[in-house]
């Protein structure tokens, strides 16, 4: 069976991973949204956080491998994350080294990023310009590209298209590449 293709949105909280990937899935009927936010409800649930009975395990161990589980029974997804600390990228890379991810930088400049945290109200003011000391500077080497500040039509029907034509994706494979070349020359 042919593993499921992953998009996966790497952006700072704010950019529009999740609102770019209801977009995605109008326009792609077979792919489904899968986001770590699911994970964050699942786990608030079995947690007692009150009594402190909690889950040692990081929410992305369990996401990246869910992720994984969906490829493997051939099912393509959107899936968002945000690729901020080494301990999510390393673990992100290793688990998914051999999927078929198609990998999309989503963009957004600082003072957009600002106005949104700001009218949403429920996020730390700063927190996505804090991310973006880390998110899009590690290499990362994306097959597309989308700012969600422009008008963003005529990249999502050109990520579409080239999504439906089956094109070769190389970013995920090279990203990784450079990173493990980056890790292993700093020892
Ligand atoms: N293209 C856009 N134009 C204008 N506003 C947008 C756009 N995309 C998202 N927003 C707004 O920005 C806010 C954050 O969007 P969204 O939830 O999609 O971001 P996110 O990257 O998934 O964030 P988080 O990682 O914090 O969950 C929302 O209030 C949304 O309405």
Redesign the pocket.
Known sequence: MNKGKVILLN?V???????LSKILIQKLPNYFHLSI?DYDTIIDRMENRESGQLIPVPTEHFFHRTIAMFSDKGVNLVV?Q?LHNNDTTIDCYATLKDYPVVFVGVHCPVEELER?EL??GD?TIGQAKAQLQYVHQQGEQYDFKID?SES?DNSINELVRVIMEEAEFRGWENTINLYNKSESSMG
């Open positions: 952006g909280s704010s950019s529009g991973k999740s609102a936010d968002d945000i949104r009218e949403r996020r969600t963003m």
